[in-house]
């Protein structure tokens, strides 16, 4: 048994008396349920929000994709789904954004001047396990 007080002599769960206790590596029952929940993924998309892409709408596209996958259960936490969708800076397609990447099967693909129809197409090819279009893409 281990004591995880802090200096203080308060525990650390808001000064609480905690005390774990492990067993190997497998956690004891609080710590179960302190762990966060995992969701398998099958495809992380990002979406670049930096200032030149904003200006072209990327922002809006992020919201609208967003709402896009949760809609249609593509999103990693909702039944059938297992998409991420994540905002990021330069993509590296400034002049042709917005800018979208997308990572599955240890395999990436970047696209540029990317819209909602076209997001939504490459969401639900990945979410399907199906190859991504060749279309847009400024990695081949």
């Known amino acids: 048994r281990r004591d995880c007080r802090n200096h203080r002599g308060r525990g650390a769960d808001r000064g ?4 774990l206790e492990m067993t190997g590596s497998r956690l004891n029952e609080r710590e179960e349920n302190l762990k966060p929940k995992f969701f ?3 495809a992380h998309l990002l979406i670049c929000v930096d200032e030149r892409c904003a200006q072209k709408g990327s922002r809006y596209l992020f919201e609208s994709v967003w709402k896009g996958l949760e809609v249609e259960n593509l999103a990693y936490y909702k039944t059938g789904g297992g998409l991420r969708l994540s905002h990021s800076g330069c993509l590296g397609a400034c002049q042709s954004g917005p800018a979208v990447t997308c990572y599955f099967k240890n395999r990436e693909a970047w696209y540029h001047g990317m819209d909602y ?3 939504m ?3 639900r090819l990945l979410n399907a396990d199906l190859e991504p279009p060749l279309l847009g893409r400024y990695d081949e």
Do not use: E, I
Not at 16 to 19: E, I, N, Q
């Open 16 to 19: 609480a008396d905690v005390t």
């Open 40 to 42: 398998a993924t099958k």
């Open 117 to 119: 129809p076209q997001t």
């Open 121 to 123: 197409h490459l969401a």
